[in-house]
């Protein structure tokens, strides 16, 4: 029976490693929380004062589903640094063997002034 409870404990650990890899990366300045993030997809669309506060890198991939999960975590990241806005930018393949669907997306954190 320790054998299989070693093994689930190792997979859970698998799983929440794989999840983590997909956290955005951020290089910026941080502020207090803010509850709601608004999406653009170029900073001509914001129509009020802003600065850009930081930058993040995320990863995703080609499916829906996947850019549907890495927008939401970018969302969540940005609540949690301060941001009032985000602006997806710049999307990047990278090429690998082992991962096909391997992108990352650029984006700015942006805070109204």
Do not use: W
Not at 23 to 41: C, E, L, M
Not at 89 to 107: A, C, G, M, Q, W
């Amino acid at each position: 029976m320790k054998p299989v409870k070693t093994f689930i404990a190792i997979g859970i650990g698998l799983c929440l490693s794989a999840c983590s890899m997909y956290t955005p990366s951020y290089f910026g300045t941080k502020y207090a929380p803010t509850s709601n993030v608004a999406t653009y997809y170029a900073t001509k669309d914001i129509d009020k004062p802003f600065e850009v506060i930081g930058h993040m890198n995320a990863r995703t991939g080609r499916s829906e589903s996947s850019q549907a999960s890495t927008r939401k975590n970018v969302i969540e990241k940005a609540k949690q640094i301060g941001g009032d806005a985000v602006v997806f930018s710049e999307l990047n393949r990278h090429v690998n063997d082992k991962i096909p669907d391997n992108f990352t997306i650029k984006v700015e954190v942006i805070k109204f002034k």
